[in-house]
Every structure is written in C-alpha cells, then in structure tokens.
C-alpha cells in the first residue's frame, strides 16, 4: 500500500462567511465561502483546518491492491518491504 497526504490551501477574505467548521470533513465542490454571489469551493473533498484567512483541505491518496496467492507458493516479504509481480 502507498498513501500520501494532499492538501489544498484557499484564502479567504476576511469579510468572507466561512461556511465549514474546523475538523468538518467536506465532499468534492462543497461550499466552503461565500460573499453575494461569489463562492469559494473546494476542488477535493477532505477535512478542513481554519487558519485566520484560509481554509485547508487535507486528504489522503491511497494506492492499495488485494492479489490472489495459490496456497503452496512461497512468499519472501518481510514488514514494510515493497514488492513487485513479474
């Protein structure tokens, strides 16, 4: 398995209404700001961190795959080793 953490950053004007709370966890193009028409959204779910003129969204990419193994093969892996099908 291989993870990294994302993170988009959005600043918002202070005379912004912020329309997230902190540790709130967002969908993709949620309604993070507004003011009038305008709005700020967030281009990829996560959760949110406010910071006194942004938002930050943060969120984890995992690549994690399942591999049927016949029951007599012989595996040499240890822990945290990466491995590779030929």
Excluded: F
């Amino acid at each position: 398995m291989n993870a990294a953490t994302l993170r988009d950053e959005y600043e918002v004007p202070g005379n912004w209404a912020m329309k997230v709370e902190d540790g709130e966890t967002v969908p993709d193009g949620a309604l993070l700001a507004q003011r009038g028409d305008s709005q700020v959204l967030a281009e990829h779910g996560g959760k949110v961190r406010r910071r006194e003129s942004a938002l930050i969204i943060t969120r984890e990419l995992r690549d994690e795959r399942e591999y049927e193994i016949p029951g007599n093969a012989r595996l040499l892996i240890v822990d945290g080793q990466e491995s590779a099908c030929r």
